[in-house]
Structure formats: structure tokens, C-alpha cells
């Protein structure tokens, strides 16, 4: 019976470390997760599929992944920032977690990010356990609509 209460307390700490520094991985989203965005000021438009890879993020745009046109594939990298496409977005410490709405809802702790260049320059909000919830893709403001995770990736309330 021990081992599932550090189980679930391991779950309820995962962007904790020693000391209480959050991580910037946390926020950053798992390979295979998949995030639909919708532009904000019309959640009925087709949206913006973007697939968090490895090292990179895959971007189509249309009604499913699977039909969507080509958009982008930017290089991302993690260490010790996060950089996508040679822009910074995040790094450590981790800024102050904010509540942050979108059209699928309400993510109690994410982080902003604001790139003054680039394709992705602009607003953006990164969900603990999640990835980009906000995102600017070519000035065009995007909110989550829909997210899912690969197969033994998180579970959908984005705790390990």
C-alpha cells in the first residue's frame, strides 16, 4: 500500500523538483501528444493541428489530422531553453504559473511565453503535462480546442 501513495504523490509533484523549482519539461508537452487550436476569434475554423515530435513540431491545418494540409515542421530543443525554430520561448526557472482559458477550458497551471520574431512571434501558454495550449502560428492568435496523447503517453487530466 506504500508504493501507490508515492505513486500518486510522484503524479501530484511532477513539475516539482528538490527545492521546488518547476521544470521547463513539464510544460513543454510529451512526444505524440497532439493539440488542436482553433484561431481565437473563431473557434468554428478549421483548426491547427500540431504534433509534438522529439525534436520538432509537426503543424497541419484542417478539420483532421489526417486531411489537413501540410503547414510547417519547426526544430525544437529543450536544453537548456525552449528554443522552436532558433526563437526562445521558454527557460529556466520556470516563469510563475497562471490560469489560463482557452476554448476547451480552464488549465490551472501553465505558463506564457511572448516571441518577439518569427513564424511563432506572439502570444503563447504552455499547460503543465500538456504543451502549447496559446500559440501564434503566421499572426494568426490560436486557442486549444482538443488535445490526446499517444498511446502510453499521459492520461487526459495531464498527470504521469
Known sequence: MIWVAILFAGCEEAAVVKGGERQLANYVGVPGTRIE???SDAPDEPPLHLLIGEDSWTLRLGENWEDAAPVAEWAVSQA???VVEGEGMLSMPVPDSVVTTTWYGEFGDSVQAAPESGAAAGAWAFANG?????AT???VGRE?????YEAGGLDDTGDG
Open 137 to 139: 502560428v503566421d499572426n
Open 144 to 148: 486549444c480546442v482538443f488535445y490526446e
Open 130 to 134: 500538456i504543451g502549447p495550449i496559446v
Open 37 to 39: 487550436l482553433a484561431p
Open 80 to 82: 537548456p531553453a525552449l
